[in-house]
């Protein structure tokens, strides 16, 4: 473990260990098998990482993101690590000097998909070679109710039977107690150290706005907390992801879109230009997002309702994995709850397993009608409690009001009852509204008893209650697709106003959330000091000379260092290598890579003051 501390500051520029890192990387180097969750930023490469400059052989890192690898090599190769990867954009010729590097012993760390690894080819390579051992990334892919199910996953058991002496560790940021249980299961890991870390990011700051105007809303909330920050907004269709990146492209700011159906050379462009440029927004579905190393995408925005809370924090999580404050912003509406169930009804799965992804949405629906902390609740989905409301969501800084709706209530679900449950919500709420419409005098619904006795509800805020009304569980939709409006049980005792009195409180409608810019002392300790204007300045020269240098090399700028070390450059000023190698991310490859320029930016900068 010296060793490994040595290469921690010498190789990767850090000081200690965080969360349970010494103790995985310790495991590992003993030969044992490990399975760790850790949230996205909190540091699991390393984990793998040093075992494999430790251990005797390469690392074999198995990964799903063939668009990725290129850049996480690129990384590694910065900090002075041998690392490669054999995919399908290498020439066969480039394919076999990676091959032959790996049997001579030149490589540390070799990345590849599941797919080629379970080739038989590749399995007899492998075992011609000395393998110090195997990293599964993104281990919920085993998982069949996980959110990134990928079958090539579950084969990978066979690595135990077929190389019973190498260790491997299986990683991930999100899995609930099903699915580690799962992760154990498929890939015969039942011998394995667990290490679970808190799945707590701080400084991240959650809010979930009922949409009204959702992109109006998107844009108050770009303008007012993120004019020129790196983001992700992810959408639910195709259409709308194009839709929405033309519209942000309109309005001045660098927009990409980023979906399946894109072709496959200018996905991958979008995907480089957002890795590799400043401030670039990329407008996705959720196939994009997974593995992104940036480090200072400082928002995610979510325009419609994830599926369930797994995706929303694995999603969420793609921000500010330095530590830094980021905001998770999400709209959604009446529709997305809709469509939700629609998806999942209709599928052509099990009924147990339907069973279980409505639960999942249950889940989800609720983090968002809550109206105690987001952050308390989201950690408890995982297992982890969290003793005190955090002091950094929408929930906490600005608590939502709720209301008696027991008689509203009431009205919606006559309403729906005496139109014989045929009905989605926007004729319900327009006959409760009294609106004149052709249709409901053909239906004679006019002459309801239920007919504009409604009208002290705005139409929206009716559309908040038939929302919620699902989410609680009154109210059902149709499995055809139409958005019909369907009675539970549940609804029954507060139709026929039983004898056991029921009260239904609901959430007030409020204005589209913002994210905070004055953080609560409960996230203060991960954020940075708040730099001088002078200490901005040269923050800001530094991230161009990191933005000339990443350019020459073909490598995102974040490759050469992350923002949270140029802060620190800027705030201490060094003036010589040993207060350089002082500054966290600033191992001896880089500073021999770039210390001079470097310090000689920060002298340039001290004599123009002076």
Same mark, same amino acid.
């Not at 003993?30 to 690392?59: E, W």
């Not at 579950?154 to 999100?174: C, D, E, G, K, Y």
């Not at 925005?301 to 924090?313: C, G, T, V």
């Not at 004729?427 to 619904?445: C, F, P, Q, S, V």
């Given at each position: 473990m010296q060793r490994a501390l040595h290469i921690l500051k010498s190789t990767f520029g850090y000081d200690s260990f965080r969360h349970h890192q010494a103790e995985i990387i310790e495991a590992l180097i003993n030969g044992q098998d490990v399975l760790t969750l850790m949230p996205t930023g909190g540091g699991k490469s390393i984990c793998f990482q040093i075992p494999a400059l430790i251990r005797h052989g390469a690392a074999i890192v198995i990964s799903p993101l063939i668009a990725l690898m290129q850049d996480q090599v690129d990384a590694l190769n910065q900090l002075g690590i041998r690392a490669a990867f054999l995919n399908s954009t290498l020439h066969p010729e480039e394919q076999q000097?990676? &091959?032959?590097?790996?049997?001579?012993?030149?490589?540390?760390?070799?990345?590849?998909?599941?797919?080629?690894?379970?080739?038989?080819?590749m399995l007899r390579l492998l075992e011609q070679a000395d393998i110090a051992l195997f990293a599964i990334d993104e281990a919920h892919c085993v998982s069949q109710w996980g959110h990134d199910f990928r079958k090539e996953y579950q084969q990978l058991s066979m690595l135990h039977t077929r190389f019973p002496n190498v260790p491997r560790i299986a990683l991930t940021a999100t899995a609930d107690a099903r699915t580690r249980d799962e992760i154990i299961e498929q890939l015969s890991l039942q011998q394995a150290r667990v290490f679970i870390n808190s799945f707590d990011r701080p400084n991240i700051h959650y809010a979930i706005a009922e949409s009204g105007n959702s992109r109006e809303a998107l844009w108050r909330f770009l303008t007012e907390n993120h004019p020129d920050d790196a983001g992700i907004v992810y959408c639910l269709s195709r259409k709308s992801v194009e839709a929405t990146a033309a519209w942000l492209q309109k309005k001045g700011r660098t927009a990409l879109p980023y979906h399946a159906g894109l072709d496959q050379h200018l996905r991958a462009r979008n995907q480089q230009r957002f890795l590799? &440029? &400043?401030?670039?927004?990329i407008v996705a579905t959720i196939a994009f997002g997974m593995g992104i190393d940036k480090p200072d995408v400082r928002f995610v925005a979510h325009m419609n309702l994830p599926k369930n809370i797994e995706s929303y924090y694995q999603e969420t999580g793609r921000a500010g994995r330095d530590g830094l404050p980021s905001n998770a912003w999400m709209s959604y509406g009446l529709k997305d709850v809709i469509n939700l169930r629609l998806f999942t009804e209709n599928s052509d799965a099990s009924d147990e397993f339907k069973r279980a992804m409505l639960q999942k949405t249950d889940a989800m629906l609720g983090l968002c009608e809550l109206t105690s902390c987001r952050r308390q609740a989201l950690l408890a989905y995982f297992g982890e409690v969290m003793e005190q409301p955090c002091g950094n969501c929408d929930n906490c800084l600005n608590p939502p009001e709720t209301w008696d709706a027991t008689i509203a209530a009431?009205?919606?679900?006559?309403?729906?009852?005496?139109?014989?449950?045929?009905?989605g919500a926007q004729y319900i709420i327009a006959i409760l509204t009294g609106?004149?419409?052709?249709?409901?005098?053909?239906?004679?619904?006019?002459?309801?008893?239920?007919?504009?006795?409604?009208?002290?509800?705005?139409?929206?805020e009716w559309r908040g209650i038939f929302r919620q009304l699902i989410a609680h569980g009154y109210?059902?939709?149709d499995t055809e697709g139409y958005g019909v409006l369907k009675l539970t049980q549940k609804a029954w005792p507060l139709l026929k106003r039983s004898e056991t009195p029921q009260t239904v409180m609901l959430r007030k409608l409020r204005r589209p959330a913002k994210a905070q810019k004055k953080r609560s002392a409960a996230a203060s300790s991960a954020l940075p000091e708040a730099l001088s204007p002078a200490d901005q300045a040269l923050f800001e020269t530094l991230r161009a000379l990191r933005s000339k240098l990443a350019?020459?090399?073909?490598?995102?700028?974040?490759?050469?260092?992350?923002?949270?070390?140029?802060?620190e450059m800027a705030m201490l000023k060094p003036t010589s290598n040993s207060q350089m190698l002082d500054i966290s991310g600033v191992g001896e490859t880089k500073l021999s890579r770039y210390g001079d320029a470097f310090l000689e930016a920060v002298g340039a900068a001290a004599d123009k003051n002076h």
């Amino acid at each position: 473990m010296q060793r490994a501390l040595h290469i921690l500051k010498s190789t990767f520029g850090y000081d200690s260990f965080r969360h349970h890192q010494a103790e995985i990387i310790e495991a590992l180097i003993n030969g044992q098998d490990v399975l760790t969750l850790m949230p996205t930023g909190g540091g699991k490469s390393i984990c793998f990482q040093i075992p494999a400059l430790i251990r005797h052989g390469a690392a074999i890192v198995i990964s799903p993101l063939i668009a990725l690898m290129q850049d996480q090599v690129d990384a590694l190769n910065q900090l002075g690590i041998r690392a490669a990867f054999l995919n399908s954009t290498l020439h066969p010729e480039e394919q076999q000097l990676v &091959e032959q590097e790996l049997l001579a012993g030149a490589i540390d760390l070799l990345y590849m998909a599941p797919e080629r690894l379970l080739t038989e080819s590749m399995l007899r390579l492998l075992e011609q070679a000395d393998i110090a051992l195997f990293a599964i990334d993104e281990a919920h892919c085993v998982s069949q109710w996980g959110h990134d199910f990928r079958k090539e996953y579950q084969q990978l058991s066979m690595l135990h039977t077929r190389f019973p002496n190498v260790p491997r560790i299986a990683l991930t940021a999100t899995a609930d107690a099903r699915t580690r249980d799962e992760i154990i299961e498929q890939l015969s890991l039942q011998q394995a150290r667990v290490f679970i870390n808190s799945f707590d990011r701080p400084n991240i700051h959650y809010a979930i706005a009922e949409s009204g105007n959702s992109r109006e809303a998107l844009w108050r909330f770009l303008t007012e907390n993120h004019p020129d920050d790196a983001g992700i907004v992810y959408c639910l269709s195709r259409k709308s992801v194009e839709a929405t990146a033309a519209w942000l492209q309109k309005k001045g700011r660098t927009a990409l879109p980023y979906h399946a159906g894109l072709d496959q050379h200018l996905r991958a462009r979008n995907q480089q230009r957002f890795l590799r &440029e &400043e401030g670039v927004i990329i407008v996705a579905t959720i196939a994009f997002g997974m593995g992104i190393d940036k480090p200072d995408v400082r928002f995610v925005a979510h325009m419609n309702l994830p599926k369930n809370i797994e995706s929303y924090y694995q999603e969420t999580g793609r921000a500010g994995r330095d530590g830094l404050p980021s905001n998770a912003w999400m709209s959604y509406g009446l529709k997305d709850v809709i469509n939700l169930r629609l998806f999942t009804e209709n599928s052509d799965a099990s009924d147990e397993f339907k069973r279980a992804m409505l639960q999942k949405t249950d889940a989800m629906l609720g983090l968002c009608e809550l109206t105690s902390c987001r952050r308390q609740a989201l950690l408890a989905y995982f297992g982890e409690v969290m003793e005190q409301p955090c002091g950094n969501c929408d929930n906490c800084l600005n608590p939502p009001e709720t209301w008696d709706a027991t008689i509203a209530a009431q009205k919606a679900l006559s309403c729906i009852y005496r139109t014989r449950e045929r009905f989605g919500a926007q004729y319900i709420i327009a006959i409760l509204t009294g609106k004149d419409d052709e249709r409901i005098r053909r239906n004679h619904h006019d002459q309801l008893s239920t007919f504009n006795i409604g009208g002290e509800h705005s139409s929206a805020e009716w559309r908040g209650i038939f929302r919620q009304l699902i989410a609680h569980g009154y109210l059902a939709t149709d499995t055809e697709g139409y958005g019909v409006l369907k009675l539970t049980q549940k609804a029954w005792p507060l139709l026929k106003r039983s004898e056991t009195p029921q009260t239904v409180m609901l959430r007030k409608l409020r204005r589209p959330a913002k994210a905070q810019k004055k953080r609560s002392a409960a996230a203060s300790s991960a954020l940075p000091e708040a730099l001088s204007p002078a200490d901005q300045a040269l923050f800001e020269t530094l991230r161009a000379l990191r933005s000339k240098l990443a350019k020459a090399q073909n490598v995102p700028p974040y490759v050469i260092f992350p923002d949270k070390t140029l802060t620190e450059m800027a705030m201490l000023k060094p003036t010589s290598n040993s207060q350089m190698l002082d500054i966290s991310g600033v191992g001896e490859t880089k500073l021999s890579r770039y210390g001079d320029a470097f310090l000689e930016a920060v002298g340039a900068a001290a004599d123009k003051n002076h």
